[in-house]
């Protein structure tokens, strides 16, 4: 082979080796100029980065190294199940990069991570435009560029898994195509595999996506369904299900027994009817292309769309009462629903999915290929506005994130722009006359002048344009001002677009334009979205790096737990230290985990378990022997300029001996001050009282009340304490109603407390500081504390209470507690018992867990709400306790025998005959099953928001 050949072989690849370097340009030229790593300090990470995903990399980078386990997990929540959060947040290959970052080092590393990634998308997708599209090597550059460079990547990129289901996706599309058209479905098999082993919660949403591209294809294409079409998409998606079993498997019994699901089909039914557009659309704006190149692909004369001339007019027709005042107050017709505007969205959205029914029923409405790349464009739109429908993309609910599906839409957007710049509709002129070369030269000087005006524009507005990084969602400001950019953009695109199409341009000038104006748009969009995290809150980092120092900087080989004096450190943090936590913050909190520590009195909100609040008593119990603070003590093992590790004496060991039976639940209808005296006397029976609560006022109080279950206190109460302590106490405040992952409630910031006149709090409880509040050690004295309401709200708990310091001390020093220590997520050791009982674990309970007590295998028991007991005989008993999570056998077994089918179809697939009713059959299944999904996706959560809001 000549080196001709070996350059013209190698200019097929082309796209693939320019687009990952433009990327990487526009990129590191960004970090360079605002000073983030690697060329500063500076980093990308902020709000889900910082509080999971650097985490739980460093978790991560332990459970390589053998300090920690995989299947359970003593740095978080107490001890817990982590297979589930690891194939949500770290199954990408590129998580294993951390092995070889410093621990300290991985807050500046997630930088390289979201590069890699993006370029890996940038490849992935050059080869889908190029093969599959058959644009030209420039325009393959552009669009591979958009895609990686897209509102998706740089406004999601905080969950940093999501990236790696951004490359996945082309090569799933890849996949289909080949289904569609040759009928082989490897590479369709193998890559949704790898998409549902990286993140199976987006996995969800991509199946949704491939029933509908499935659906919508085939029945464009009569042809392919005479051949086996159906039978290569049903064997390859249940041989995809098969060897993903152990991903999907396992994890869905972490996620029933999280605070995920329920209820979905209420918050759906309950749901406003647009979404938050301010929020979702800024997405879309990014990649101005896809709509530009909509535009153009409905107008052109080669679209075979019979209905575009009434399907997209009413499209638009129906938008217009949203966008108009006057129109859309024509439309009212009830006060019940007082935006009247928000009916012709409905009926839009009704229309689209008619239209694909009744084309998939009866086929007549003569849609070609690339005709229906538009029409799944606008499936994929329609739940950018509609919030119901976007709710049920999300599986019911979403805190945050509303468009986690959005990468898909955009591609599609992007494929539809392919269409139009293919090869066969791409137009070959040349500079011919001296007209084409002004014109050549008009654009490339109406490309300067946009780049200048989009920079400045940038740089002039740039708190307003970058609302979204510092809260998580857009405002009309940021709206309004990221429309102009995009309207900027659009227009740019619209002349070099109608220039090519008017052939006053030869195709290596619009390849160059394009390109230009591309990167001038992705730069723009990298200063909005990447570089102003760090740029408005340069602070952050410094605090950040400033916990990561504490990590190995105590030394003890005995079991300890480590827990945070405030907040102001992120959930997962202690954890990711190297140290056994009982916080924890990931979709997957076990939900019975949150309602347990509620009751303990440890603040919690959202999926997020804290480790601050709580009582001397339950730290105790939780084996907490150091805490990280702001403040030192004589106490520190530990300080520098920002915090110190200080050391407590007051703790038990892991596992506390119990002569006879421990109740398996808590009572109901106890207060919290009640729960710790309750879990005193069911440990330690015989014991004196360890908590004292006492009673307000009922002469200097009022506005509060008793009521059943708890109390009612009025918008102005004053409810007055006064009381002597007897001894020495640590006294707690208590106003708490019931578990809830509401992020707001409406008892926060309800109240205010003053301690013998001295203010304590002015707004309690609020959504980082939600447990018991801490009011300090008194030592025989009278106290006085006054309570002021400032709203109405009801309580199941509320009050003040004592808890006897001395009692505690003596209770810790005279018990003797097992020696048992957790190495790689086995607890093991030794426990001595007076007589036959139990001991009992402060390590949350889960149905997976085994033990072998002597040898023997035994299953641990649920005791006191949520905890876990090991039965024991009298004497000495050697303990070894490990967690098997459920479905992990079955899965695995699945998952051995879906890769056996896989070697098998590979190796022997093209010699099977398959005979016209199988391929029936499949067809039918799967025709049925991806309307049936369509119907439930897009029909239902209109239906429920219809009946819920009293429309017929």
């Known amino acids: 082979m000549n080196i001709k050949s070996i350059g013209k072989k190698l200019s097929e690849y082309y796209p693939m080796i320019f687009a990952p370097l433009m990327v990487a340009a526009l990129v590191l030229t960004t970090f360079y100029l605002c000073g983030q790593y690697p060329f500063g300090e500076g980093t990308i990470a902020w709000c889900d980065m910082n509080q999971q995903t650097v985490p739980l990399l460093m978790d991560l980078k332990d459970i390589m190294a053998g300090r920690d386990g995989l299947l359970f997990n003593m740095h978080n929540a107490g001890g817990m199940n982590f297979l589930g959060v690891f194939f949500f947040f770290l199954s990408s290959p590129f998580s294993l990069l951390v092995a ?4 300290q080092d991985v807050l500046l590393f997630v930088d390289i991570l979201f590069l890699l990634k993006l370029m890996l998308s940038s490849v992935t997708s050059a080869y889908y435009f190029q093969k599959y599209k058959k644009v030209s090597r420039g325009v393959c550059v552009s669009l591979a560029v958009m895609y990686a460079l897209s509102g998706y990547g740089l406004m999601y990129y905080q969950n940093l898994m999501w990236l790696d289901i951004v490359y996945m996706f082309p090569l799933l599309v890849c996949g289909l195509e080949n289904i569609l058209k040759k009928q082989k479905n490897i590479l369709y098999t193998v890559s949704l595999t790898l998409i549902v082993f990286m993140n199976f919660y987006i996995a969800v949403m991509v199946v949704i996506f491939i029933l509908i591209y499935y659906l919508v294809f085939i029945s464009s294409d009569k042809k392919s369904r005479s051949k086996n079409t159906a039978v290569s998409f049903f064997s390859g998606s249940l041989i995809a299900a098969l060897c993903s079993a152990v991903v999907w498997l396992t994890s869905f019994f972490g996620v029933s027994s999280s605070s995920r699901l329920g209820g979905s089909l209420d918050k759906i039914a309950e749901s406003g009817t647009l979404t938050s557009y301010n929020t979702m659309l800024p997405m879309l704006f990014c990649t101005a292309l896809i709509f530009v190149g909509v535009a153009f692909f409905i107008t052109s004369k080669k679209n075979t769309m019979k209905l575009k001339d009434g399907f997209f007019v009413v499209l638009g027709v129906m938008l217009i009462p949203f966008l108009i005042d006057p129109i859309s107050k024509a439309w009212k017709l009830s006060e019940r629903f007082p935006n009247p505007a928000i009916y012709s969205l409905m009926i839009c959205s009704l229309l689209i999915i008619g239209f694909v029914i009744f084309y998939v029923l009866f086929g007549k409405i003569g849609f070609d290929r690339k005709s229906s790349d538009l029409l799944i464009f606008a499936l994929m739109l329609v739940p950018f506005v509609i919030e119901p429908i976007n709710k049920m993309w999300h599986t019911g609910e979403y805190m945050s994130f509303p468009g986690r599906y959005g990468f ?3 591609f599609c957007g992007l494929m539809c722009a392919a269409d139009l710049l293919s090869e066969n509709r791409a137009y070959h002129s040349r500079l011919k006359t001296p007209q084409h070369l002004g014109v050549a030269i008009g654009l490339f000087a109406l490309g300067g002048v946009y780049a200048f005006i989009a ?3 940038t740089l002039d507005n740039f708190k307003t344009l970058t609302r979204y990084t510092a809260s998580l969602w857009g405002s009309k400001e940021s709206f309004a001002g990221i429309a102009v950019l995009f309207a900027l953009s659009v227009f740019v695109y619209a002349a070099l677009m109608l220039c090519y199409k008017k052939k006053y341009i030869a195709r290596s000038v619009f390849s160059l334009l394009l390109l230009m104006v591309c990167a001038t ?7 909005i979205y990447a570089a102003s995290p760090y740029k408005n809150n340069k602070p952050r980092t410094d605090d950040y790096m400033a ?3 504490l990590c190995n900087k105590i030394e003890d080989d005995s079991f300890y737990r480590v827990r945070s004096s405030q907040s102001t450190i992120d959930y997962n943090m202690i954890g990711a230290l190297g140290y056994n936590s009982i916080s924890h913050y990931t979709s997957l909190t076990d939900k019975n985990y949150m309602n347990t520590q509620n009751l303990l009195g440890y603040s919690s909100v959202w999926m997020k378990a804290g480790n601050h609040g709580g009582t001397s008593f339950t730290d105790a119990l939780y084996s907490i022997k150091y805490t990280v603070s702001t403040k030192r003590s004589k106490e520190s093992v530990y300080k520098d300029n920002k915090y110190a590790i200080n ?7 892991l596992g506390i001996p119990v002569t006879g039976s421990v109740p398996e639940e808590l009572p109901e209808n106890l207060s919290r001050a009640q729960i710790q005296q309750y879990l005193y006397d069911s440990l330690f029976d015989g014991q004196k009282n360890l908590v004292s609560e006492y009673q307000y006022s009922n002469i200097r109080s009022k506005g509060i009340s008793r009521s059943k279950g708890g109390y009612k206190i009025n918008n102005g109460a004053s409810v ?14 208590d106003c708490f109603d019931g578990f809830s992952t509401a992020l707001n409630e409406d008892i926060y910031k309800s109240v205010s407390i003053k301690v013998n006149s001295v203010t304590r709090r002015t707004e309690f409880p609020t959504q980082n500081e939600n447990g018991l509040l801490y009011l300090g050690d008194y030592t025989d004295r009278n106290v006085t504390v006054q309570i002021e309401c400032s709203k109405d709200i009801t309580c199941s708990s509320f009050g003040i209470f004592g808890m006897d310091k001395l009692q505690l001390k003596k209770t810790v020093k005279e018990t003797k507690c097992a020696s048992l220590n957790a190495q790689r997520g086995v607890i093991q050791g030794s426990c001595k018992m007076d007589d036959d009982g139990c001991c009992v674990l402060f390590v949350p309970y889960n149905d997976g867990m085994y033990a072998r007590v002597n040898g023997a295998l035994t299953r641990p028991k649920k005791v006191l709400g949520g905890f876990t007991a090991i039965e024991l005989k009298k004497g000495d008993n ?6 098997v999570p459920k479905g992990l056998v079955l899965g695995v077994i699945l998952s051995c025998l879906g890769i056996i089918a896989l070697v098998i179809y590979i190796k022997f697939g093209k010699h099977l005959r398959i005979g016209k009713k199988l391929n029936s059959v499949c067809e039918f299944i799967v025709s049925f099953g991806s309307l049936a999904v369509l119907i439930v996706v897009y029909l239902l959560p209109l239906v429920l928001n219809f009946i819920h809001k009293g429309i017929g």
Do not use: A, W
Not at 100 to 103: A, E, L, M, N, T
Not at 521 to 527: A, G, K, S
Not at 647 to 653: E, I, P, S, V
């Open 521 to 527: 748009e992705c730069f723009v969009n990298l200063q």
């Open 720 to 733: 007055y304490y006064s009381f002597y302590v007897s001894g020495t106490k640590s006294l707690y405040f």
């Open 455 to 457: 920079l400045k524009y």
């Open 100 to 103: 070889f970052v410093k621990k």
């Open 647 to 653: 050391k407590t004496d007051l703790y038990f060991d």
């Open 408 to 410: 898909m839409t955009i």
């Open 878 to 883: 050697s303990i070894e306790m490990f967690t």
């Open 547 to 549: 916990v990561t120092n």
